[in-house]
């Protein structure tokens, strides 16, 4: 059993996405041992990543479909984008992938 932490982070959500989230994994990254896991729209996500000097550091980018806006009603939103970044995350912390989100 590894003591490593694996994180989950919904790089597509928040103010300044994906740049802040991005910006955050990687001092998290770089000032723990823990292991990130972005999800989100994959091109935006690796190219705000390929900003920043990631060697060395333990940080994979996971795929997903679209977000959930601030605007949008959250069941309808959760029935309707099965695939958006903050369900892709959780979902990897249902299935053991990650540790927490």
């Known amino acids: 059993m590894s003591d490593q ?3 989950a982070i ?3 959500g928040g103010d300044n996405a994906p740049s ?4 955050g994994a990687v001092l998290a ?3 723990t041992q823990t292991r990130i896991l972005l999800v989100g729209d994959k091109d935006p996500v690796e190219a705000e ?3 920043h000097d990631t060697e060395g550091l333990q940080i994979s980018v996971i795929g997903s479909e679209g977000k959930i806006e601030d605007s949008e009603a959250p069941a309808l939103a959760l029935r309707q984008k099965p ?4 369900l892709v995350a959780t ?9 927490a989100v």
């Open 20 to 23: 802040a989230p991005v910006e």
């Open 5 to 7: 932490i694996t994180v």
């Open 29 to 31: 990254a770089r000032n």
């Open 49 to 51: 990543l390929n900003k």
């Open 83 to 86: 695939r958006s970044s903050v």
């Open 10 to 12: 919904d790089a597509m």
């Open 91 to 99: 979902g990897l912390v249902k299935a053991g992938t990650a540790d």
